[in-house]
């Protein structure tokens, strides 16, 4: 069975902070697809980034960078100068290499970016 | 161009009637997925399409829960009964279907939030 956990449920910070938020996962596959998604106060569903478990290359994309960790079954997300425009709830999610690929989603983790 | 949408953005509804949610994926992506959100929680996998195949329905809660796709196009889900545990955002994602038989990326409508008095 998949599972995904982010064991913060709440983040505060004051704008212009770094915030890292964790995510951690299992599985029996060896390939797999990982996945972050925010949801804004409006309700939908961002895509931000996918994950190939054979790329464990880190990414960045602006503010946004990600490191991913086999060896610790991690995949985590910082924000650096974290904005306002910031808050949100962020989702973390599991794919199995298969027909469908349906996510298993993490309990997902709310940031308040404060000014 | 235009992004997964669903109708309606909001339904309430008492507890007993049965309530239908639609859902428009992006043009030409033959996977559509349906998922739940319950308060406060992450999602939950419903139900699969993908083209004319028979449908994945393995997250499908109950047997009031159903769900209809016709070809690549619209689906619906269809809940009989509605109880108040069913109150939840209900959420619809398509994607397009790459080679091997995997699909890509999801993308997300907004989502019908249900609410069973």
């Known amino acids: 069975a998949q599972k995904v956990t982010q064991a913060q449920t709440e983040i505060s910070v004051v704008e212009k902070e770094d915030v890292t938020l964790d995510c951690v996962y299992e599985t029996r596959d060896t390939t797999y697809y990982l996945f972050w998604y925010k949801q804004p106060p409006s309700g939908e569903l961002v895509f931000l980034i996918r994950?190939?478990?054979?790329?464990?290359q880190n990414e960045i994309s602006g503010r946004y960078s990600w490191n991913f960790q086999k060896s610790t079954s991690s995949f985590n997300f910082t924000i650096t100068a974290s904005q306002v425009v910031d808050s949100a709830v962020y989702f973390c999610a599991l794919a199995r290499n298969n027909a469908g690929n349906m996510l298993t989603f993490g309990g997902g983790t709310r940031l308040m970016v404060k000014p | 161009g235009a992004g997964v949408s669903q109708s309606p953005s909001n339904k309430v509804t008492e507890k007993g009637k049965d309530v239908e949610l639609r859902c428009d994926p992006i043009s030409g992506h033959t996977a559509l997925y349906w998922y739940r959100q319950r308060l406060g929680q992450g999602l939950e996998f419903l139900i699969y399409f993908q083209g004319n195949s028979a449908p994945d329905k393995s997250g499908l809660p109950s047997d009031r829960f159903s769900a209809e796709r016709t070809g690549e196009s619209v689906s619906t889900l269809t809940i009989q009964r509605t109880q108040q545990e069913d109150s939840a955002v209900y959420l619809c994602?398509?994607?397009?279907?790459?080679?091997?038989?995997?699909?890509?990326?999801?993308?997300f409508g907004p989502g019908t939030r249900l609410t069973v008095l």
């Open positions: 994602a398509s994607s397009t279907r790459l080679a091997g038989g995997l699909t890509d990326t999801q993308y």
């Open positions: 994950r190939n478990s054979f790329d464990e």
